[in-house]
């Protein structure tokens, strides 16, 4: 849930970063798969571990790996098929990107989207000292924009009213289970299962993954008019949202957490969330007990920056890390796969 820290990793969950390892020297491994490759610069600084963290679920997630070079791997299901790239920052602004599979000619024209090149951070004007400091500390913070709609849908709704560490478990089941290897040299990196094979999965192995009934069928509701869902990638934040919403299933909260992605939405701000508006309320003024209502009106000045600014100053409060001490019990772990 939005706001919440993984404490494998002391990063902010979906508000936070993504540790990237400093590049260190290799041994030469056997030959591989000759990829194809694509630098971009961007405009300003540029962190990846900033910009593709909220693609990650959890430290093992199967579709996004880092390894000890300092590269970032990402397993995704394209238009066109499978694709991997491997993303490098190899100087402030540049990132060089190598590609794999037959989804190689359409990751690497999103390549520029993916970093951030849709994102306008130079309109956001921090209206708290909190965010100001966030801001100052973070000028390699760009929004990413996949440009898939269910690559962000079908983990966001396995994330729905359970704990962080239950859903990443149910997603890497099921993306080991029934996705694929994905091309090129990485030996353990996974594409997410294409639409039928969501819309196929069988209901024990739903329950197995630890998914109830409602999530399962959401998932196989979209899975079912993915072109559809896939469609919303390219329009406005009102239309994309009720597009996305017309499934049953999928409310403001599982909307807003996939448009953040799909989307680079700078305005999607995250409601209905457990944790969120007391984050939010916390850090901006102590109030720790702050609802949605009260986390929109302290939101509200970035409701007009360059056609809304909400989820990017949410970003910058949850990576300041100010949160509230825990009070009461973590919510408790269930596993409905051992019923």
Do not use: C
């Amino acid at each position: 849930m939005a706001g919440r820290f993984d404490p494998l990793t002391r990063t902010a969950i979906r508000g936070g970063r993504t540790d990237i390892p400093q590049p260190q020297p290799q041994p030469p491994e056997g030959p591989a798969p000759t990829p194809r490759s694509r630098e971009w610069a961007a405009e300003g600084p540029i962190e990846l571990g900033l910009v593709l963290g909220p693609l990650r679920r959890g430290p093992g997630d199967p579709t996004f790996r880092t390894t000890p070079d300092g590269s970032v791997w990402l397993g995704t299901r394209t238009p066109t098929g499978p694709a991997t790239l491997r993303l490098t920052r190899t100087a402030d602004r540049t990132v060089t990107a190598a590609a794999w599979g037959p989804g190689t000619e359409w990751a690497l024209d999103a390549l520029p989207a993916l970093l951030g090149a849709d994102d306008d951070p130079a309109v956001f004007v921090p209206r708290h000292r909190l965010v100001h400091a966030s801001h100052r500390r973070r000028p390699g913070l760009r929004l990413t924009r996949t440009g898939l709609v269910l690559q962000s849908l079908i983990p966001t709704v396995l994330e729905q009213k359970v704990t962080t560490d239950e859903a990443y478990r149910a997603w890497r089941r099921l993306v080991r289970q029934y996705g694929e290897r994905a091309p090129g040299p990485h030996p353990d990196l996974y594409v997410m299962p294409d639409p039928r094979t969501w819309a196929l999965i069988p209901s024990w192995d739903w329950h197995k993954a630890g998914v109830d009934a409602k999530r399962s069928a959401t998932i196989v509701r979209a899975a079912r008019v993915a072109p559809r869902m896939e469609e919303a990638a390219a329009m406005d934040l009102p239309a994309a949202v009720a597009r996305l919403e017309a499934v049953p299933g999928i409310g403001p909260w599982t909307s807003a957490e996939t448009l953040q992605r799909s989307n680079g939405a700078a305005d999607a701000v995250t409601t209905g969330d457990l944790h969120l508006p007391g984050t939010i309320g916390y850090a901006l003024t102590g109030d720790r007990d702050a609802d949605d209502a009260a986390m929109l009106r302290l939101l509200a000045p970035y409701a007009d920056q360059g056609g809304g600014q909400r989820h990017r100053a949410a970003r910058l409060i949850l990576l300041a890390g100010r949160t509230p001490p825990r009070r009461v019990p973590k919510m408790p772990r269930t596993d409905i796969g051992r019923f």
